[in-house]
């Protein structure tokens, strides 16, 4: 019996592949081109269209209700990301260090705002946000002999509720990401740290913080890109409209009426597919500096 030499290489079965780029094809491709088209007229929710080119577009430059949404959803975005990190690493630290059965408790009941269902979600806000008697208020607020807020007839106030709201949701899955990571680094590296004189506070800085960098940069990426996404929480819990002088009108919020109430699904289109150079600028300008961090 002749020995083969070497092993046969095996074909992939890419024929495997070709029900995935069919469906991918179709619930994805086709509707982007759609969308790119449907930003070039100036078609109505009612019938008709005539081609505009990048009217549309220039249109927006002159929107001040879109550079508001645009001005409602960065504060909503960086006070989320701002908030939500150290709560999340702090309380990562605090579940490395629970006993196994306190942690599966604890971690169970971080989770669940993240997988609920946005707008139930948004319903209960609406219960904690609803004037001087909302929850918040009666609960927090009063207790604690702090003056009452009138969540939704305050701008500031507002946008502050919607960055509440996102904290309360995304806290618990970025503690659960981050408790995850940290049992991937090595005790070994904590106690030779620990051996050589270096504080708590000092492992954590120099330490722990360095080899969790890569999953913070997800973490981040994942609550800007959630951020320009929003829909459901701002809707539900501002009765589909942007609030008190527009201080709740997010992007995907005033896209959305410029749609469905206002019928221009044009102009709504081209809201849309402006978000994506935001967002890829957002990427490169955030991989820039990361990159630029770690050579020093």
């Known amino acids: 019996m002749r020995r083969k030499g070497r092993s046969q290489r095996v074909r992939p079965p890419l024929g495997l592949l070709l029900p995935f780029f069919l469906l991918y094809a179709l619930f994805w491709l086709v509707p982007l081109v759609q969308g790119l088209r449907l930003s070039l007229f100036d078609e109505s929710i009612y019938g008709g269209g005539v081609f505009v080119g990048g009217a549309n577009y220039a249109a927006l430059l002159r929107d001040p209700r879109f550079a508001l949404a645009l001005f409602n959803t960065t504060f909503y975005a960086l006070g989320v990301l701002l908030t939500v990190v150290p709560l999340g690493f702090a309380l990562a630290l605090l579940l490395g260090r629970a006993p196994e059965p306190l942690r599966r408790v604890c971690q169970f009941f971080l989770l669940l705002p993240s997988l609920s269902a946005p707008a139930a979600l948004a319903i209960f806000f609406l219960l904690a946000f609803n004037g001087p008697d909302g929850l918040l208020n ?41 408790a995850a990571g940290l049992t991937g680094i090595p005790r070994v590296y904590s106690e030779m740290a620990r051996l050589e004189g270096a504080t708590s506070f000092q492992r954590v800085r120099y330490l722990t913080l360095p080899l969790l960098r890569p999953l913070l940069a997800f973490v981040a990426l994942f609550l800007v890109f959630d951020a320009f996404v929003l829909f459901d929480g701002a809707y539900v819990l501002l009765r589909g409209s942007g609030g008190v002088a527009d201080a709740g009108l997010l992007l995907v919020t005033y896209s959305y009426q410029s749609a469905f109430s206002f019928g221009d699904l044009g102009y709504a289109a081209a809201m849309s597919y402006t978000l994506a150079p935001l967002l890829v600028l957002f990427t490169w300008l955030f991989v820039r500096f990361r990159e630029a961090r770690t050579r020093r």
């Open 138 to 178: 009666r609960l927090v607020l009063l207790p604690l002999g702090l003056p009452v807020v009138n969540w939704l007839q305050d701008p500031w106030a507002v946008r502050s509720a919607l960055v509440i709201q996102g904290v309360l949701r995304w806290t618990g899955l970025t503690a659960f990401l981050l």
